[in-house]
């Protein structure tokens, strides 16, 4: 007897499904029988229009497994979009267990160079982008959880490890990041109450994003296992967006190849104390001293 599917009978959407990670999620959830609301806006790297519909070639993928799914092509930036998104999966399905937002894009700049537009277009993609399915998805949980369906909802947030120690020439996405795991702790405090967890992950993933940033370290090898390809990111990803995660809320993981780690975030450190107010002198020299006893801060990705 085949071992029963982990998201079988949950209907999942997954935004910037259309290729890298997103599809990934998709695909996997979609062979843990989970049926799929697949969202690509369909533009390039930088945040522009493309051609085609990505998010239609997935489903078309799922589809050809056997798999449930429909394509979502809005704008989830936008109040218009998002609520759109949620509604394709009730319209469709019914029901909506897991929202996974992943959608995102780069435009790099030092910060000397970072201007307005590309501040704003970065920011709005990601942490917009988390913000408004998310509301749109809590809203109906909540009202779920008041008529007295109390559901296992599950939200799976995308950082970065830019988010997390910061990326040189990465002034805008690494502070959309960081705002997403800052976003995480506060939906989880809130949601929980409804039935409604949320994580987040910061993966390192082959995608189109990092073959151009980080091209050496991202390069497929030849032969053996390919720590960089997507798919090894997905099955925590669905494994956190299932009902087996219960009781998992408000963590920020790190995933790598075959590497999970459960990141710790801000602690309290070496501390001090005068019991009343120092002179700016006075508090230089504690901070120094401070400083010689606590841990030095992880390397920032690129910096010399």
């Given at each position: 007897?085949?071992?029963?599917?982990?998201?079988?009978?949950?209907?999942?959407?997954?935004?910037?499904?259309?290729?890298?990670?997103?599809?990934?999620?998709?695909?996997?959830?979609?062979?843990?029988?989970?049926?799929?609301?697949?969202?690509?806006?369909?533009?390039?790297?930088?945040?522009?229009?493309?051609?085609?519909?990505?998010?239609?070639?997935?489903?078309?993928?799922?589809?050809?497994?056997?798999?449930?799914?429909?394509?979502?092509?809005?704008?989830?930036?936008?109040?218009?979009?998002?609520?759109?998104?949620?509604?394709?999966?009730?319209?469709?399905?019914?029901?909506?267990?897991?929202?996974?937002?992943?959608?995102?894009?780069?435009?790099d700049r030092m910060l000397v160079n970072l201007d307005e537009e590309d501040w704003d277009a970065v920011l709005r993609v990601h942490l917009k982008g988390?913000?408004?399915?998310?509301?749109?998805?809590?809203?109906?949980?909540?009202?779920?959880?008041?008529?007295?369906?109390?559901?296992?909802?599950?939200?799976?947030?995308?950082?970065?490890?830019?988010?997390?120690?910061?990326?040189?020439?990465?002034?805008?996405?690494?502070?959309?990041?960081?705002?997403?795991?800052?976003?995480?702790?506060?939906?989880?405090?809130?949601?929980?109450?409804?039935?409604?967890?949320?994580?987040?992950?910061?993966?390192?993933?082959?995608?189109?994003?990092?073959?151009?940033?980080?091209?050496?370290?991202?390069?497929?090898?030849?032969?053996?296992?390919?720590?960089?390809?997507?798919?090894?990111?997905?099955?925590?990803?669905?494994?956190?967006?299932?009902?087996?995660?219960?009781?998992?809320?408000?963590?920020?993981?790190?995933?790598?190849?075959?590497?999970?780690?459960?990141?710790?975030?801000?602690?309290?450190?070496?501390?001090?104390?005068?019991?009343?107010?120092?002179?700016?002198?006075?508090?230089?020299?504690?901070?120094?001293?401070?400083?010689?006893?606590?841990?030095?801060?992880?390397?920032?990705?690129?910096?010399?």
């Amino acid at each position: 007897m085949s071992a029963p599917l982990l998201c079988e009978g949950r209907v999942v959407i997954v935004t910037g499904a259309g290729r890298g990670l997103g599809r990934a999620h998709a695909l996997a959830y979609a062979a843990e029988g989970a049926r799929l609301v697949v969202n690509d806006l369909g533009v390039g790297l930088d945040g522009a229009p493309g051609p085609d519909s990505p998010a239609r070639r997935v489903v078309e993928e799922i589809r050809a497994a056997g798999g449930e799914a429909v394509a979502h092509g809005g704008d989830i930036a936008t109040t218009d979009g998002a609520a759109s998104l949620v509604r394709a999966a009730l319209d469709t399905y019914g029901r909506l267990d897991t929202l996974v937002n992943n959608a995102g894009f780069l435009r790099d700049r030092m910060l000397v160079n970072l201007d307005e537009e590309d501040w704003d277009a970065v920011l709005r993609v990601h942490l917009k982008g988390h913000f408004l399915p998310l509301r749109h998805a809590a809203a109906h949980w909540r009202a779920e959880a008041k008529a007295g369906r109390t559901p296992a909802a599950r939200v799976v947030n995308t950082s970065s490890g830019a988010g997390l120690s910061g990326s040189v020439g990465q002034g805008n996405y690494s502070a959309a990041k960081a705002g997403i795991v800052g976003l995480t702790l506060v939906a989880a405090a809130e949601m929980g109450r409804y039935g409604v967890q949320v994580n987040v992950i910061a993966p390192a993933a082959r995608t189109r994003m990092t073959e151009r940033t980080f091209a050496e370290t991202m390069t497929a090898p030849g032969r053996g296992f390919d720590a960089m390809a997507p798919e090894n990111v997905s099955p925590l990803v669905v494994w956190l967006g299932s009902a087996a995660s219960a009781g998992v809320t408000g963590r920020v993981f790190e995933t790598e190849g075959g590497r999970i780690t459960v990141m710790e975030g801000w602690r309290p450190g070496p501390s001090a104390d005068k019991g009343a107010r120092w002179t700016p002198s006075e508090a230089g020299d504690a901070a120094r001293e401070l400083l010689t006893e606590a841990v030095a801060p992880g390397a920032v990705y690129g910096a010399e």
